[in-house]
């Protein structure tokens, strides 16, 4: 198996097009949500770290008003060509984008009110010392609010496995890391986030239901998502069975002959104060 993997920039990149674009509702539930727990209110500055194509950007910006701003940074340009054309249709003039890693925000000031994060940190090399960064980034009693993956359905576990052997080197999905990672638990979650300087964490579980009616629409969304890079990796030869398994999982989640497959995935919500 070829052991080159594409950078996340490059994974990201490919996937701008097709990024919750394929009929699965996900990633715009799963910002807008953090927006709303982020209480965002008219007049305030916020910095969306990791925005991809504005699910949480856009909704955190029209709760602003024309008086606050986001600012939004994803080190995918073609995320945030897609970003911008989605702000502009919405008549969001509040928002500016720019190319940055998320591991290292430069000049960035101060004095945001709000900093957001969704489905980001676990691709950093080095989560703790980035997010004290982004802790940093707010004023004196700012908020800050984190997206992590949450425990899921046995189906989509078992789904995980099939991909998991053809995941990259140094970009394995987030939900395959071990179980000394911060993010298998809401208290380690906790402990990052108050490690990194930020006081009154707390946690918040939202379920994702996800709907497929057959297994080639799973694949169509597995393959707008940072899985794409295990499907690059996969050979050809192994991906009729690995279809054919993910098939038969997703069939034993369906509740009726006329119901479509379901997936749960609890989204985990981090919040603190600066």
Request: hydrophobic content about 45%.
């Amino acid at each position: 198996m070829d052991e080159q993997a594409p950078s996340v920039a490059q994974v990201f990149d490919m996937l701008a097009n097709t990024y919750d674009q394929t009929g699965v509702e996900f990633f715009g539930p799963v910002g807008r949500i953090l927006a709303e727990l982020l209480a965002i209110r008219p007049g305030e500055r916020c910095l969306d770290v990791g925005c991809g194509r504005g699910a949480a950007t856009l909704p955190m910006a029209a709760a602003a008003g024309p008086g606050g701003s986001v600012h939004g940074v994803d080190v995918s340009a073609g995320m945030l060509e897609q970003a911008r054309a989605l702000a502009d249709a919405a008549g969001l003039d509040n928002v500016t984008l720019e190319v940055a890693d998320a591991a290292d925000l430069g000049g960035l000031p101060s004095d945001f009110d709000v900093v957001a994060s969704s489905l980001v940190i676990f691709f950093l090399q080095d989560p703790a010392p980035a997010l004290r960064s982004w802790v940093e980034r707010l004023r004196p009693g700012g908020r800050i609010g984190l997206v992590t993956f949450g425990e899921e359905d046995d189906a989509s576990n078992a789904l995980i496995d099939l991909l998991t052997p053809y995941a990259p080197p140094g970009l394995r999905d987030p939900k395959t890391v071990g179980a000394e990672s911060p993010f298998t638990s809401d208290a380690g979650m906790e402990r990052l986030l108050t490690g990194a300087g930020a006081s009154d964490v707390t946690t918040t579980t939202v379920p994702a239901l996800l709907d497929f009616p057959d297994v080639d629409a799973w694949q169509r969304f597995s393959l707008s998502t940072g899985q794409r890079a295990m499907w690059m990796r996969m050979p050809d030869a192994d991906k009729p069975r690995v279809l054919a398994q993910a098939a038969e999982i997703l069939e034993a989640t369906r509740p009726g002959p006329d119901e479509p497959c379901r997936l749960v995935w609890q989204m985990r919500y981090t919040l603190g104060v600066s």
